[in-house]
T-cell receptor
Framework: IAGITQAPTSQILAAGRRMTLRCTQD?????MYWYRQDLGLGLRLIHY???????GKGEVPDGYSVSRANTDDFPLTLASAVPSQTSVYFC????????????FGAGSRLTVL | GQNIDQPTEMTATEGAIVQINCTYQ??????LFWYQQHAGEAPTFLSY??LDGLEEKGRFSSFLSRSKGYSYLLLKELQMKDSASYLC??????????WGAGTKLIIKP
């Protein structure tokens, strides 16, 4: 099935633990993005990648890191989780950076206690 | 700074018409997107406007006025399945999307 797969769907995590959210797309899209969505706020960009091998910081990058070793995969890592990172995380992709429609994954709900 | 303003919540009746407004201030402008997001699901693309005027797509239409920093989404012949949040997202000069908090639309029978 063409699209974006995120894992895990949901996770409860103790503060201080390391966590990696996985994102894989099979549409051969160049650009990929990680957003977080919190109640009452718009989607906020954490990190992005315009093409394999490159990454950039978004609006709220602190506490998060990403890598883009190949076109398909774009994992998001929380090195040491804190309660303020409790959120729903969406991975998205587009054909190219700039002006193209985003396709979103189903989201990963993360709770940090 | 960059800012998006859209109503938090709206209620409409099945079969009616509803207009969801969005005003924005961005550093440069490269078009505006509307996305639909059902509760607990991912956002999905509805429309994209880059020039002034109305774009019609079935029951949904989207309007843009760049000089006024204003857009609206018009939904006709409302159905229960249209109950969702509608996200306004203009694109700034760096081609970054600036997302509004969304308008939760409640459809009543």
């Amino acid at each position: 099935i063409a699209g974006i797969t995120q894992a895990p769907t949901s996770q409860i995590l103790a503060a201080g633990r390391r966590m990696t959210l996985r994102c894989t797309q099979d549409m051969r899209h160049n650009a990929m993005y990680w957003y977080r969505q919190d109640l009452g706020l718009g989607l906020r960009l954490i990190h992005y990648s315009n093409t394999a091998g490159t990454t950039g910081k978004g609006e709220v990058p602190d506490g998060y890191s990403v890598s883009r070793a190949n076109t398909d995969d774009f994992p998001l890592t929380l090195a040491s989780a804190v309660p303020s990172q409790t959120s729903v995380y969406f991975c998205a992709s587009s054909g190219d950076a700039g002006g193209n429609v985003l396709t979103f994954g189903a989201g990963s709900r993360l709770t940090v206690l | 700074g960059q800012n998006i303003d859209q109503p938090t919540e709206m209620t409409a009746t099945e079969g009616a018409i509803v207009q969801i407004n969005c005003t924005y201030q961005t550093s440069g402008f490269n078009g505006l997107f509307w996305y639909q997001q059902h509760a607990g699901e991912a956002p999905t693309f509805l429309s994209y406007n880059v020039l002034d005027g109305l774009e019609e797509k079935g029951r949904f239409s989207s309007f843009l006025s760049r000089s006024k920093g204003y857009s609206y989404l018009l939904l006709k012949e409302l159905q229960m399945k249209d109950s969702a949040s509608y996200l306004c997202a203009p694109m700034d000069s760096n081609y970054q999307l600036i997302w509004g908090a969304g308008t939760k639309l409640i459809i009543k029978p």
